[in-house]
């Protein structure tokens, strides 16, 4: 069993061979934030990953590999998925008695 090893900003943490990555790490180069990276675990959009010695969330190479893929991705828009506004936006021209 080896030693682990300090988390560095770059570097993925290696345990019994198997290299993890926290959930900052995860959250910078997906490009989110680690509150956006946390509710979609909770959403079970993405792994949820490992607790770390009660303290931090690790993921895996593959799961970090799924999680960019998620942040990354591209839908495409049916018309049928495209949302109306719920208002109408009204203008207002007042004239000089102040009437509309």
Known sequence: MQPA???SDSEPLSIEGVS??????VARVAGVSRQTLWRWRQDGK???????RDKQI????TE????RDY????VLLEPANITQPTGQ???FRTNKGGSR
């Open 64 to 67: 970090f590999d799924r999680i």
């Open 46 to 52: 993405v792994p949820t990953g490992r607790r770390y």
């Open 89 to 91: 936006l009204r203008l």
């Open 5 to 7: 090893r300090t988390i």
């Open 58 to 61: 690790l993921f895996t190479s």
């Open 20 to 25: 993890y990555f926290t959930a900052a790490q």
């Open 71 to 74: 942040a990354n991705r591209l």
